[in-house]
């Protein structure tokens, strides 16, 4: 059974992502990543600090040299945290919201991710270091699909991302929307994760379709809600980019196009196109 997150505890944070990661604790939505504003993590679950842990990060130039684990006894599971600094120890009580520390921008990130929370859980009687065979996780929360016809004009970004101004969140801060997969005639699904320069991504609120669609383009095959992504390349405005992040957001939306060299600035005008096929982009 998947360990559902609460609406309350979800509204804490303004993004959420099941599948929005390269690593494996996301197959199959095993973990979420959760996204608060500001530079300190409050916390997800309620329990007892089992133990904290620095672990070493991958060497990048944007990120810290170490990441920690934080694990908490919720009673029926334990949570592992990642990317916070823990403000905690060991046999501390601690209630959903409280502050568990600063967040850490770790060298497990792509460059163009944003701080955040990482929640995986294991059955109590699993080894909660490890990471593989954690729990698929579920959201009590509806989604709401955003359809989106691969056009808008760049309001933000930085070196390797920009964020378009479409397509328009419908009631910012009182819910969660994203992207919808085209393959709904009527839009009822949600597209989750890095389209491609992640494995595979996910679909929230699924209803048994078996693809996935973006932009006029099939991009992926569902096995229940995670997506295997077909061999393709995504272009912004004819030139290849690593790709697109998908997730699910409560305040402004917008797509966001992401890659090492995109080459677009603050009200360009972008069209999204999606080609069968690599082109020998390597992302991460």
Known sequence: MPVTIPRDVLFQYYRFSLYNSPFDAHDEGCAIDLYPDGERAPSPVAGEVLDTKTVQAPPKAYAAEHDHLILIDTGDTVARLLHVDPAVEAGETVAVGDDLGALVRAGFFAPWVPNHIHLGFRDPDANPYRASGSLPVDVAVDVTPLSWNGTGTVV?????????????????????????????????????GGLPHYSGGGLLSHDGVEAAALAGQHVGTADGRTVAWDDVTVLANGEPIAGIALFCGRKRFGAKLVGEDIDLTRGDEVWVSIERGATGDDAT
């Open 156 to 192: 933000d970004g930085g070196e390797t991302w920009v964020r378009l101004d479409e397509p328009v969140h419908p009631a910012p801060g009182e819910s969660f929307a994203g992207i919808a997969n085209d393959v709904n005639s009527d839009g009822s699904s949600v597209l989750d």
